[in-house]
């Protein structure tokens, strides 16, 4: 075995019946969903680092399904009807998570969402109008009368100032998501599926005996079927894709005593969250400060968006709150032009789905059934 080519260690790995490339989220719900349907299949997800690092574990950990501001502006983008079925695949997808883990798995926190609003928002005049609107449409969906509640009175309660106006959806609720990655891990390991870290894909090639994948490793792989669940890196194999890149930041304060906050927290447009971590405050966002500059799929952060978060807290939170700031970290999200999210055909048995646009949590499991079925139509 000494004497062969690095090329030639492929032979002793068989081929597979599809390779996953990415095993963040999307991959891993792609290949719990193929398992459930076909368990016979022979599937290896290529992962090229150590653990998943794009963004799936490094979010705020919201199992949304979007706030109204947000669901609002998506109407505008994209229109009722579209935007209504994405927010159906969040709702759906939440509830795909619940039905999968327990609680205690995946640190699921039920403490309800918020979104906050003030007066210099284009709509606010009309506030109650759209949230009734938004109702009326959304009871369709979550099966529940009002989603969102008018809730100013409890502003003040939160440990919040300077807002206007909050809304409060019970439905919201909080997880971690490092603990749904290694559940979902573990839980496709357990059907049979392989998972190769450090393994990054640079290119295939169509042959006789199936998809040549090459890696950076120089080791190739085959495979009857390919899936591309790379997100914001899937420009790097696949050009074509198009997906813009957007770093998102977080920053993690000290422990609070007597910090007031419970729930998970949106503002502008879903630009800005946070949430109680822990008795400290997570809070992310501020990428409209910089988005030129936010454009990359460079984790190492900057200061400009970091002292923007800072700045924030510091005119929101309550000002006898003393904390320092402990954590600092950033991941990328993949968009799309039309912010949908993207299964695709590259080539005859290759394929992509991937760019949540910023809410995968919710979006992946039910995205990466889609893919399932779609593969599974070769078999
Ligand atoms: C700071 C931040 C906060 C967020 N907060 C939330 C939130 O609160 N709620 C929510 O719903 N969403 C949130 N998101 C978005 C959410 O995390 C993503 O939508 C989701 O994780 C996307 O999952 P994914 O598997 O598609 O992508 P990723 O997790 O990025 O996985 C892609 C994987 O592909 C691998 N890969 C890439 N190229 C190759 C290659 N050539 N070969 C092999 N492997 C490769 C990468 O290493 C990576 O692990 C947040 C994102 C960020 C960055």
Not at 219 to 248: D, S, V, Y
Request: aromatic share 10%.
């Amino acid at each position: 075995m000494s004497n062969l080519s690095l090329w030639e260690q492929e032979s002793f790995y068989s081929t597979q019946d599809i390779i996953i490339i990415g095993g963040g989220f999307m991959g891993l719900w792609t290949a719990l969903n193929l398992k459930i349907k076909n368990s016979s299949l022979h599937i290896t997800i290529l992962e090229k680092n150590v653990t998943p690092l794009g963004a799936s574990t490094r979010n705020a950990g919201f199992s949304c399904f979007g706030s109204p501001t947000e669901i609002i502006n998506d109407i505008e983008t994209m229109g009722l009807e579209e935007t209504l079925e994405i927010v159906r695949m969040r709702f759906n997808g939440l509830e795909r998570i619940k039905s999968h883990f327990s609680p205690s798995q995946i640190n699921l926190d039920n403490c309800g969402g918020y979104e906050l609003i003030n007066k210099d928002y284009k709509y606010f005049d009309q506030l109650d109008e759209k949230i009734e609107w938004l109702n009326k449409h959304l009871k369709n969906i979550t099966e529940k009368e009002n989603t969102f509640v008018r809730r100013d009175d409890a502003i003040a309660e939160k440990g919040l100032m300077g807002f206007d106006a909050m809304i409060e959806n019970t439905l919201e609720s909080g997880l971690h998501s490092g603990k749904l990655v290694s559940a979902l891990i573990q839980k496709v390991q357990a059907f049979g599926v392989t998972i190769l870290n450090g393994i990054e894909v640079s290119s295939w090639v169509r042959s006789l005996d199936g998809m040549h994948v090459y890696t950076k490793q120089q080791i190739r792989f085959t495979a009857n079927q390919l899936m591309l669940c790379t997100n914001a890196f899937g420009n790097e194999i696949a050009p074509q894709l198009n997906i813009t890149p957007a770093r998102g930041q977080v920053i993690v304060t000290s422990e609070i005593p007597g910090l007031k906050l419970s729930g998970t927290f949106h503002f502008d447009e879903g630009f800005y969250y946070w949430r109680n971590l822990d008795g400290r405050i997570l809070i992310g966002g501020a990428r409209n400060a910089d988005f030129e500059g936010e454009r990359t799929t460079n984790v190492s952060g900057s200061e400009l968006i970091k002292n923007k978060l800072i700045d924030f807290l510091k005119k929101h939170f309550d000002s006898t709150y003393e904390y320092t700031i402990e954590n600092h970290w950033s991941g990328i999200m993949g968009f799309t032009e039309n912010k949908k999210p993207l299964l695709t055909q590259l080539d005859d048995n290759v394929y992509a789905v991937l760019a949540c646009n910023g809410m995968g949590v919710a979006l992946t499991p039910i995205m990466g059934e889609k893919a399932a079925d779609m593969l599974l139509l070769y078999f």
